[in-house]
């Protein structure tokens, strides 16, 4: 379950609220833009997400990145400059594998088949590392819920952690093996026209 984050930097970010896990069905989602619109230029295409991310006065950020410690290993990844990005703004933290109810710890999932993207056309799927085992249902549940609270509080741009199968943006790991692509839950809110920023962004 996601609670929410009290930074402890007293200029820091203000947390709204925790996204409350639920059990929605997964959905089934047709039409997805395979990527966020591009300007062909990498750098610029990241300068207009560092924009997007200055302009926002609400975003969701990925819980682990507060410092909350919800990784599948039982651990944080807080970060200083995303806390600095933050400074001022209105935060949504999501942890959509914790909110899923996969719990913490939990064994590492590598995305088969393709990325996110193609986990939503039903060409991937979301496997533990180790033995294999099918969680994909329970991460388009996360992806879904991280949905329904950007969608609730009108959050245009949310900062998720790069690498992950559900909140990396730029790259994430298939079978292994790090390549160019999305998690779930970034290709979900991109779906919807949400401005996904990579903590790698900053
Ligand atoms: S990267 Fe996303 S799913 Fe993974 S621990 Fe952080 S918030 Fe949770």
Redesign the pocket.
Known sequence: MTKAVAPSQPAGPEVTKAVEPSQPAAPQLTGLAEREPSTGSEGADRDARREALRAAPTVMV????LG?A???DGRS?RSERVLAALEGKAVIP?????AAGLGIPRPPVDLAGGTGVDVWAGRARALTRETREDRTAAFQT?AQMALDAAQRFDVPVAL??EK?????SQRVYEAGVLRPGE?I?TALLRADGRTVVSDEDL
């Open positions: 990925s819980a682990c990145l909350e919800c990784r599948y990844q999501i942890c959509p594998e914790a996360g998720l952690k992950s199968p559900s909140c990396g998690g839950t």
